[in-house]
């Protein structure tokens, strides 16, 4: 038996043999797959889990206004059950509800002066006011830049009701805690009052209705801080 080579192409099974080698080697290093794969991520979701980032900053979730609602036997709690008792849809937890929306939607309607809004929620008379104020401050060329960043709190502080030729008037008096932006700038865009910083505003507003007269509501009747 002739062991000998003779023409086999032993060059083409020494590369063969390299070829497959290198083959090995690469599918090692980058594995079986190829081409491009997608990247597979697992989210998990926990309650406690921190809060997101944004910019680099926590994303705070904005907390819910605590309402202070004065109890039944109290002199204003007692009050409140006469509202009801006069307007059987009247509930103190609603109307602070109300209040919340009135306070942010006059603040901001000011701030641009958007008369049509505040004719919504305030009386003739405060209506005036804020009209007088709003054109004080274009006539002085200033821009009032407020921007209600979170209200903490509403709390029910007096109640009162008065019989009157009109109806039954009655008046709430609601504090008002929140964070705000609030400045005036001139026109060359300089403070004139307040700062660009949030600050705690504390106010207290009263709000008036009839409650025996159809269509009557709840209108911004005085406003100060407190």
Same mark, same amino acid.
């Given at each position: 038996?002739?062991?000998?080579?003779?023409?086999?192409?032993?060059?083409?099974?020494?590369?063969?043999?390299?070829?497959? !080698?290198?083959?090995?080697?690469?599918? /090692?290093?980058? $594995?079986?797959?190829? #081409?491009?794969?997608?990247?597979?991520?697992?989210?998990?979701?926990?309650?406690?889990?921190?809060?997101?980032?944004?910019?680099?900053? =926590?994303?705070?979730?904005?907390?819910?206004? @605590? !309402?202070?609602? =004065?109890?039944?036997?109290?002199?204003? #709690?007692?009050?409140?059950?006469?509202?009801?008792?006069?307007?059987? /849809?009247?509930? =103190?937890?609603?109307?602070?509800? #109300?209040?919340?929306?009135?306070?942010?939607?006059?603040?901001?309607?000011?701030?641009?002066? %958007?008369?049509?809004?505040?004719?919504?929620?305030?009386?003739?008379?405060?209506?005036?006011?804020?009209?007088?104020?709003?054109?004080?401050?274009? %006539?002085?060329? *200033?821009?009032?830049?407020?921007?209600?960043?979170?209200?903490?709190?509403?709390?029910?502080?007096?109640?009162?009701?008065?019989?009157? @030729?009109?109806?039954?008037?009655?008046?709430?008096?609601?504090?008002?805690?929140?964070?705000?932006?609030?400045?005036?700038? %001139?026109?060359? #865009?300089?403070?004139?009052? $307040?700062?660009?910083?949030?600050?705690?505003?504390?106010?207290?507003?009263? !709000? *008036?209705?009839?409650?025996?007269?159809?269509? /009557?509501?709840?209108?911004?009747?005085?406003?100060? /801080?407190?």
């Amino acid at each position: 038996m002739d062991f000998s080579l003779g023409h086999f192409p032993v060059d083409l099974v020494l590369l063969a043999l390299v070829a497959a !080698f290198l083959v090995l080697r690469l599918r /090692s290093v980058l $594995g079986k797959r190829v #081409g491009i794969q997608p990247v597979q991520v697992q989210l998990q979701v926990r309650p406690d889990a921190a809060p997101r980032v944004v910019e680099g900053k =926590p994303e705070q979730a904005e907390a819910a206004a @605590e !309402f202070d609602i =004065p109890a039944p036997g109290t002199r204003v #709690g007692i009050l409140l059950a006469d509202i009801r008792q006069k307007d059987p /849809s009247f509930t =103190p937890q609603q109307f602070l509800n #109300g209040a919340q929306i009135a306070f942010a939607q006059v603040v901001g309607a000011y701030a641009q002066g %958007n008369v049509d809004v505040l004719k919504t929620y305030l009386t003739p008379a405060v209506l005036s006011a804020f009209e007088a104020g709003i054109t004080a401050r274009t %006539n002085a060329e *200033e821009i009032q830049r407020t921007d209600v960043k979170a209200i903490r709190s509403l709390a029910i502080e007096d109640v009162r009701i008065a019989s009157m @030729e009109a109806g039954t008037a009655a008046a709430i008096d609601v504090r008002i805690v929140s964070d705000q932006i609030s400045l005036v700038l %001139n026109k060359e #865009g300089q403070p004139v009052t $307040g700062t660009d910083a949030v600050t705690e505003f504390s106010d207290l507003w009263t !709000f *008036e209705r009839l409650l025996d007269v159809n269509g /009557s509501t709840w209108r911004l009747a005085a406003a100060r /801080s407190a």
